[in-house]
């Protein structure tokens, strides 16, 4: 048998079949339109755009979401008649898109479709229709429009309820709440009782009312920009704000604005206007602002006046503005770093003159009263010549014979009292050491290595077993002056290494005066070590009273 009679009639089928699927795929689709029903209510439609056309009901199918079509029965609980479509006794499974064909003669297919949400009891405050807000006293709530369409329809009743009680004596399509204040917000729900086929059915719509403060308008305040001038930076950007103050709840009617010379801001001339109005807080009050900016800040800006206008529904009110350059902050800097720079160079040179400073003023101080005290001597010099070796005891020698009394006395006229020097032979020397530490005003310890310890002396200086042997007697009468009457301040001096052992071998009383003073060292073998007007001799200087006792004295013979 030949089979090509068989393939031609297949190509015919398939080329069909493909026609008719691009035929549906062709229908001309209108906007969809969306609901939020509540579970058990029932719900009419009927599309905007059916209602202004006379198309033949027989024309008409309608689909679910399954593309399953839907049946006209109305014994059915959801079913149609030509453009119009009845859900009854709804559940949340009924949820989907609904679309309705429609095919004229012609052959021409139009798809009206339709989203159906169904919600429960519990979630009704979370689907309301468009809120009512406004200051008017008394208040209009329209039932939503598919709740009215089908009340009207079908010849229903209205019944209203606030927060989900009943109202009593409201059955119109809208309800006026009169007088209102903030007692009256709440959510306001329709409900449209109906018969379609002797059974009754219900519809609902909720809007949410709230009620806003009353208009006050206030004469329009200015509050920024609150000085006639500002800086700015030639060259750089800048933001000039402008805020006006109008009243409470006057949205509408606050306005802030720029004008530069008289003339609205152009943008082309590097200006940029931006205004935002504002009812802010629990008080309601309304506040508009008006921001300019510009770019680059030109030399002609300088010279230019912008004016800040503020306009009310009855007031107007303005405030020029001019710009002033800014000084450069790099010469203010240069001042406060130069300023810095001579307190810390002040600082310095106190922390490392302050000895010398102090030298330099004393002749301009005025006297103190320990320096008007009748004392004959400045300083009372004990030393120890115990367990030296020859070197160290001709050092010490050498520095209180011949360096200590010819600065101290014979350049800068201090009296001093060294042991076997001033001391008469014969006199009682317990008594002589008392009435002369009494008599001085500091007491100079010379410290050598091995101060403290051992026995044995020698009498190449002026000084005797009696009298210098740390311990004895003398020291016992400065410390006890030192520590416990604080009569007299000690110069500690050392003369050579401290050694292994340190201070330790000393008096206790004497430690605790190192403690709190360290030793001067005396710079034995320095070049200008000599010198009158070295470091070391500043600083005895500076440790000795301010006024030597011989002049003080002399002072007062005068």
């Known amino acids: 048998m030949d089979a090509s009679p068989l393939l031609l009639i297949i190509f015919v089928v398939m080329s069909t079949s493909e026609l008719s699927e691009t035929a549906e795929l062709a229908c001309e689709q209108s906007g969809m339109y969306s609901f939020s029903i509540l579970e058990g209510e029932a719900f009419y439609y009927m599309h905007y755009a059916l209602t202004k056309r006379n198309l033949s009901d027989e024309k008409f199918t309608w689909y679910n979401s399954k593309n399953e079509s839907l049946s006209s029965d109305e014994e059915e609980r959801i079913h149609y008649h030509g453009g119009q479509i009845f859900f009854f006794n709804l559940v949340p499974e009924d949820s989907g898109v609904y679309t309705a064909r429609h095919t004229n003669p012609s052959g021409k297919c139009s798809e009206?479709?339709?989203?159906?949400?169904?919600?429960?009891?519990?979630?009704?405050?979370?689907?309301?229709?468009?809120?009512?807000?406004?200051?008017?006293?008394?208040?209009?709530?329209?039932?939503?429009?598919?709740?009215?369409?089908?009340?009207?329809?079908?010849?229903?009743?209205?019944?209203?309820?606030?927060?989900?009680?009943?109202?009593?004596?409201?059955?119109?399509?809208?309800?006026?709440?009169?007088n209102t204040s903030k007692e009256h917000e709440g959510i306001y729900t329709c409900i449209c009782t109906w018969k379609h086929?002797?059974?009754?059915?219900?519809?609902?719509?909720?809007?949410?009312?709230?009620?806003?403060?009353?208009?006050?308008?206030?004469?329009?305040?200015?509050?920024?920009?609150?000085?006639?001038?500002?800086?700015?930076?030639?060259?750089?950007?800048?933001?000039?704000?402008?805020?006006?103050?109008?009243?409470?709840?006057?949205?509408?009617?606050?306005?802030?604005?720029?004008?530069?010379?008289?003339?609205?801001?152009?943008?082309?001339?590097?200006?940029?206007?931006?205004t935002e109005t504002k009812t802010m807080g629990p008080s309601q009050n309304t506040f508009s602002t008006a921001i300019l900016t510009i770019e680059k800040v030109s030399a002609e800006d300088f010279h230019k006046k912008f004016k800040c206008i503020g306009r009310g529904l009855f007031t107007t009110n303005d405030v020029t503005l001019t710009l002033k350059r800014r000084?450069?902050?790099?010469?203010?800097?240069?001042?406060?770093?130069?300023?810095?720079?001579?307190?810390?160079?002040?600082?310095?040179?106190?922390?490392?003159?302050?000895?010398?400073?102090?030298?330099?003023?004393?002749?301009?101080?005025?006297?103190?009263?320990?320096n008007k005290d009748a004392k004959l001597y400045d300083a009372f010099v004990v030393y120890q010549m115990q367990s030296m070796d020859k070197v160290t005891e001709e050092a010490l020698c050498?520095?209180?014979?011949?360096?200590?009394?010819?600065?101290?006395?014979?350049?800068?006229?201090?009296?001093?009292?060294?042991?076997?020097?001033?001391?008469?032979?014969?006199?009682?020397?317990?008594?002589?050491?008392?009435?002369?530490?009494?008599?001085?005003?500091?007491?100079m310890v010379i410290l050598t290595?091995?101060?403290?310890?051992?026995?044995?002396?020698?009498?190449?200086?002026?000084?005797?077993?009696?009298?210098?042997?740390?311990?004895?007697?003398?020291w016992q009468v400065g410390l006890h002056h030192a520590l416990v009457q604080r009569e007299m301040s000690v110069i500690l001096i050392q003369l050579g290494d401290t050694g292994p052992q340190g201070y330790t071998n000393l008096p206790v009383g004497l430690q605790h005066l190192?403690?709190?003073?360290?030793?001067?060292?005396?710079?034995?073998?320095?070049?200008?070590?000599?010198?009158?007007?070295?470091?070391?001799?500043?600083?005895?200087?500076?440790?000795?009273?301010?006024?030597?006792?011989?002049?003080c004295r002399w002072s007062a013979v005068v």
Request: hydrophobic share 35%; proline share 6%.
């Open 449 to 474: 290595p091995g101060s403290g310890s051992g026995s044995e002396f020698t009498d190449q200086c002026p000084a005797s077993a009696e009298n210098s042997v740390i311990g004895g007697f003398d």
């Open 327 to 370: 000084e450069s902050i790099i010469p203010l800097v240069i001042r406060c770093l130069s300023v810095l720079f001579c307190f810390v160079f002040a600082a310095v040179l106190v922390k490392c003159f302050a000895i010398d400073l102090a030298l330099f003023f004393r002749p301009y101080l005025p006297l103190g009263s320990h």
């Open 398 to 443: 050498r520095f209180v014979t011949q360096i200590l009394p010819p600065i101290l006395e014979e350049k800068c006229g201090y009296r001093l009292f060294i042991q076997g020097r001033d001391d008469i032979p014969g006199e009682d020397r317990l008594q002589l050491v008392e009435d002369s530490i009494n008599q001085s005003r500091r007491l």
């Open 514 to 551: 190192i403690r709190k003073s360290a030793p001067l060292k005396w710079p034995e073998g320095s070049r200008g070590a000599r010198a009158w007007n070295s470091r070391f001799w500043k600083r005895v200087r500076y440790l000795m009273p301010a006024r030597p006792a011989e002049k």
């Open 112 to 178: 009206y479709p339709l989203e159906v949400s169904v919600f429960n009891a519990s979630s009704r405050a979370r689907f309301l229709y468009g809120g009512i807000k406004n200051s008017d006293v008394n208040k209009k709530v329209p039932c939503p429009d598919n709740v009215k369409k089908t009340c009207n329809m079908f010849a229903g009743n209205f019944t209203w309820y606030k927060d989900f009680n009943l109202l009593q004596g409201n059955h119109g399509a809208d309800l006026w709440v009169k």
């Open 197 to 274: 086929s002797h059974k009754v059915y219900n519809s609902s719509g909720s809007r949410m009312l709230e009620v806003e403060a009353p208009a006050v308008f206030r004469n329009t305040e200015i509050l920024t920009p609150a000085s006639k001038e500002q800086f700015a930076v030639e060259g750089s950007g800048i933001k000039l704000n402008c805020t006006v103050f109008c009243g409470t709840q006057v949205y509408r009617d606050c306005h802030a604005s720029w004008h530069v010379n008289g003339a609205a801001p152009n943008q082309v001339d590097g200006y940029n206007l931006t």
